[in-house]
């Protein structure tokens, strides 16, 4: 499950949302705060096959996703 900083409130976190889809990420996003997609195993880990599969991307290209998420949330 993502894990956002408690210091973001509801509208920093729209204006983050906003340009990680502008990275046109939207889509990775959505699986991601979604607790009940595919992309936690049942305990609760990121399942990054699930997502490259769902999203049809390189795990490389993952990769630089989550990087960009890392820079955008702090």
């Not at 900083?5 to 509801?10: M, R």
């Not at 959505?30 to 997502?51: F, H, M, Q, V």
């Amino acid at each position: 499950m993502v894990v956002i900083p408690k210091k973001t409130n509801n509208l920093e976190f729209e204006e983050v949302a906003s340009r990680l889809q502008g990275f046109g990420w939207g889509n990775l996003l959505e699986l991601l705060l979604d607790p009940d997609s595919i992309a936690y195993t049942k305990n609760g880990r990121l399942n990054k096959s699930a997502i490259c599969r769902e999203l049809s991307i390189s795990s490389k290209e993952l990769d630089e996703a989550l990087e960009d998420f890392r820079r955008e949330f702090t």
